[in-house]
């Protein structure tokens, strides 16, 4: 999976080799090489070697598979870009699994101890239960490379189907629960006192997520998780993620215009309420990390600023900004390539982070510019400690965070003009930020 991490450290372990590692057959050796850390050994003697990816990865991916089989071996690629391009992916793969693959992985390694993969592409049709799911293979992974080494999913999906998210796309609109007991049990199997979970909204189904909290309580384990704003409408709701725990909450607020979340069907995200939902998750000691996207067809060279002042009004803890971004599969990249509108196809720039579209309002030079100039400056030391500097517990987190993104931001982020004068700026040149980890 992926590119070489830059900092020879991995952020959070991901859960979906290690879960078929557990579903392997005792008789077969799985080993697990997670290429965000290394590089592989491709002369090593393997019957077959899997990979998994994001978008901005694959073209790693590929290039690694390609190595693998010009040596005689047998790969197989899976994980959502495959899903979605399983042709493309093919042309670096023997085989390509489509879906979740837990359903498939033991009759895949069934056929090749019987003569080699029956199918050029596995489909899985139906949506896994989560009900006696296999424990992940976590021992096969190195847990000083992580800065999260524990990770965890309760459910799948999300209730939602918001244009530019893969979620629904890979999982289906189904919203899956795993047992509150299985969950527990994973949890009390491992020393570690904090977790992260995986799903991609924890408060998906309320009344689950609210008997979940109550089971954490006695584990006295610390965690994040990622929710919809949704969660700032049911006080029980917040109470009860922070009794049991939860000290992070990752939010997409995305826009803080209506009108902008209603083109994109995210229309439970209301703006008005924002600040106020922000303040009742402060005051339950819950630091936030908000997501933005920039670049959505209601944007115009305001939104930088705009998007800035409300994140430092609000004192979101962490805000991390997108550059709208049509993953393939998505509703959005069929708008978008229906309306030809994507100026980029080399996926290694599909990481949010680079401009492949060709806005509405803006230039896509002067999104690459309004996005820079945005990262730079929420992240002044003023205005980190505007942010984070509150009566309740985890400032020195967030403290540490902010610094990091800080680092991230002066590294990666050129100096960029103020978006609403970059248009009459002598020059207009920006520079593409260089591969990130």
Known sequence: MGQISRSGKAGFARVTLTTLAALSADEHEVRIHDARLSEPDYDENWD??????????????????????????????????????????????????VGEAEGLWPQILKEMGNGGAKQKIYKNTEPIEMRNMAIPRRDLLDQKMYSVPSTIQATRGCPFNCEFCTVTKFFGRSYRIRPVAEVVDEIKSRPDRFWMFLDDNLVGDAAYAKSLFKALIPLQVTWGAQTSFTITTDPELMDLYAAAGGRYAFIGFESITADTLNSMRKRFNKPDKYAEGVLELHRRGITIMGSFIFGMDGDDLSVFKKTVDFVNAAKIDIPLYNILTPFPGTRLYQRMEAEGRIIDRDWANYDVCHSVIQPKNMTSEELLNGYFWAVRETYKLPNILHRIVRLHKGWKWRMAASYSYMRKAYKFCPPAIHPERYANAPTTSVSKIPQSS
């Open 48 to 97: 077959l070697v899997g990979f998994t990816g994001m978008t901005c990865e694959i073209p790693h991916v590929y290039r690694m598979a390609d190595s693998f089989r010009r040596r005689g071996k047998t790969v197989v690629i899976g994980g959502y870009h495959g899903s979605a391009l399983p042709e493309e992916a093919l042309q670096h793969a023997d085989f390509v699994v």
